[in-house]
C-alpha cells in the first residue's frame, strides 16, 4: 500500500502498534452482512455493511455507527 | 434468517431484521432521546429527511484504504463512499453529484478508485476544494465534470515517495515511478494541465520544508488548469443545477426524437 499524503508518516502511523485489535463480528440481516462491534450483551455497533442492492448503503438505519439490538443466543 | 459461522459461541448475537434501528419518524420522543445519543456517540445529528435531487458527498481527512489508521485520523473509508456512488449512479431520484473536499491525502488505491468512480458517473458532477485538496485529493478533485476551489484553499502537488523504506533497487524506484504515472496521468486526462507543468509543479525544491513539491493556492489552480474556477458552495451549486438542467433538456430530446 502507498499512502500519498502532506502529512508526516509518523504522525499518520502514531500509534499503529499500540490499536487494540477490536472483535468484530459477522451478523447477517435479510440479505445483508454487517460487521459489527459488540458494546453491550444487547447492543451492538454497526462498523460496515455489505450488502449487494446499493440503496442500504443510503439507508440511515445501516450506516456505519448506528447501534443495532442483538440478542445473545444459549444453545 | 442467517447466523454468522460459529454456532457454539454463547455470546452469539441475533439480530432482529425488522427493526435493527427504531424508526425516528414513528415516535417523535425517541426520535428526540436517537438524536441526543447521535449527538453524544458521534458528535452528528441525523438531518431531517428532505428529498433531494443532488447527491453531497464529502470527503474530508485521510482516505482509508486497505489499512485501519490509527484513531488520531479522521478518516474517509472508501469502502463507505464506493457503494453510496453506486446508489447515487443508480437512483433516479439523484440528478447530480456534489462532492466537497477537504482532504490531506491518504491511500492510492482508494483515492484513485474513488476518483474513478466519480469521473464514471453518468450523472452531472461538480467538486469544490475548500481548505485544502492535497495529494491524493488532487485526482479526486479533477474527476469531476466541473471543479471549484475556494479563493483561499490549497492543493499541494508533490511526489510519491515511500518513507521509511530505503530505496535499493532500481526495480522499487521503477515501481513507485508507475504508481506516481497513475496519477498524474488521471489528473491530466481530467483536467486542462499540461504534464511538463504538472510535474514541474511535483519537482519543484525549495518551497515545502520537507518534501519537494508546490504548494497551489485557490487562483493558482485555476491558472495552472488543475481546477476550472474559483468558487464557493453557491457558485458549485449554480453549475450543478445548470449541467442537470441541460441533461434534462437534452433526454427531452432524445425523447422528443424518438416520437418523431
Given at each position: 500500500m502507498i499512502h500519498y499524503t502532506i502529512l508526516p508518516d509518523e504522525l499518520v502511523w502514531q500509534g499503529y502498534n499500540q490499536m487494540e485489535k477490536k472483535a468484530y463480528k459477522e451478523v447477517h440481516v435479510a440479505h445483508m452482512t454487517m460487521i459489527v462491534e459488540q458494546i453491550s450483551e444487547t447492543e451492538a455497533q454497526i462498523v460496515r455493511l455489505i450488502s449487494p442492492n446499493p440503496h442500504d448503503y443510503m439507508n440511515p438505519k445501516y450506516f456505519p455507527g448506528t447501534k443495532i439490538a442483538v440478542e445473545p443466543i444459549f444453545d | 434468517m442467517a447466523i454468522s459461522h460459529n454456532q457454539t459461541d454463547p455470546t452469539e448475537p441475533k439480530v432482529e431484521p425488522e427493526t435493527p434501528a427504531e424508526d425516528p419518524n414513528k415516535n417523535p420522543a425517541s426520535a428526540k432521546a436517537a438524536t441526543t445519543e447521535m449527538i453524544r456517540q458521534l458528535g452528528q445529528t441525523n438531518a431531517p429527511t428532505l428529498e433531494s435531487n443532488i447527491y453531497c458527498l464529502t470527503i474530508i481527512g485521510q482516505i482509508e484504504g486497505h489499512i485501519q489508521l490509527p484513531p488520531q485520523n479522521k478518516t474517509t473509508k472508501y469502502e463507505h463512499i464506493i457503494p453510496q456512488l453506486v446508489a447515487a449512479e443508480q437512483n433516479p431520484k439523484v440528478e447530480g453529484v456534489l462532492v466537497i473536499l477537504n482532504t490531506v491525502g491518504g491511500d492510492v488505491e482508494a483515492g484513485l478508485a474513488i476518483a474513478e468512480m466519480i469521473a464514471s458517473l453518468s450523472k452531472p458532477t461538480v467538486a469544490i476544494v475548500l481548505g485544502g485538496g492535497h495529494s491524493i485529493g488532487v485526482p479526486i478533485a479533477v474527476a469531476a465534470d466541473y471543479s471549484f476551489i475556494a479563493e483561499t484553499a490549497t492543493m499541494t502537488i508533490h511526489p510519491i515517495r515511500l518513507t521509511g523504506l530505503v530505496i535499493g533497487v532500481p526495480q522499487t524506484f521503477e515501481y513507485l515511478d508507475k504508481m506516481q504515472d497513475r496519477v498524474i496521468s488521471f489528473i491530466i486526462r481530467h483536467s486542462?494541465?499540461?504534464?511538463?507543468?504538472?510535474?514541474?509543479?511535483?519537482?519543484?525544491?525549495?518551497?515545502?520544508?520537507?518534501?519537494?513539491?508546490?504548494?497551489?493556492?485557490?487562483?493558482?489552480?485555476?491558472?495552472?488548469?488543475?481546477?476550472?474556477?474559483?468558487?464557493?458552495?453557491?457558485?458549485?451549486?449554480?453549475?450543478?443545477?445548470?449541467?442537470?438542467?441541460?441533461?434534462?433538456?437534452?433526454?427531452e430530446g432524445i425523447l422528443k426524437g424518438m416520437v418523431q
Open positions: - | 486542462n494541465v499540461k504534464e511538463e507543468k504538472l510535474k514541474e509543479l511535483m519537482f519543484k525544491t525549495g518551497e515545502l520544508t520537507r518534501d519537494i513539491g508546490t504548494n497551489v493556492i485557490g487562483a493558482d489552480a485555476v491558472k495552472y488548469g488543475i481546477i476550472d474556477a474559483i468558487g464557493g458552495l453557491g457558485d458549485a451549486m449554480k453549475e450543478l443545477n445548470r449541467r442537470i438542467e441541460g441533461e434534462r433538456k437534452k433526454q
